[in-house]
């Protein structure tokens, strides 16, 4: 089974920075998008930012020019840098990936999601 795991969330004071996590495991054989999204309480889970194999990039237009998305190919680990963090971004953030596994079927897994408080 492929499993992912977030880490790095945490509480964190409006304008600080905080940088995600999120380790693939198990039999991949290629990963096709990988995203991050996140969900406050009584609302839908949200798109912040994604990343395609070739490498291109989308983001909320609530995060942009504040939150960058980044892959390690090697260590199969997306990242979410996240700065100038405002209450609003108030969140469990998760993350996904879509590919194809070592024996041909595709793939879609969602990790635990990890809290990220930002207060003063």
């Known amino acids: 089974q492929v499993h992912l795991v977030e880490s790095g969330g945490g509480l964190v004071q409006p304008g600080g920075s905080l940088r995600l996590s999120c380790a693939a495991s198990g039999s991949i054989f290629s990963i096709n998008h990988s995203g991050w999204y996140r969900q406050a309480p009584g609302n839908e889970r949200e798109l912040v930012a994604h990343?395609?194999?070739?490498?291109?990039?989308r983001y909320a237009d609530s995060v942009k020019g504040r939150f960058t998305i980044s892959r390690d190919n090697a260590k199969k680990t997306v990242y979410l840098q996240m700065n100038s963090l405002k209450p609003e971004d108030t969140a469990v953030y998760y993350c996904?990936?879509?590919?194809?596994?070592?024996?041909?079927?595709?793939?879609?897994?969602w990790g635990q999601g990890t809290q990220v408080t930002v207060s003063s």
């Open positions: 990343i395609t194999s070739g490498g291109s990039t």
């Open positions: 996904n990936a879509d590919g194809v596994t070592d024996w041909g079927e595709p793939f879609g897994s």
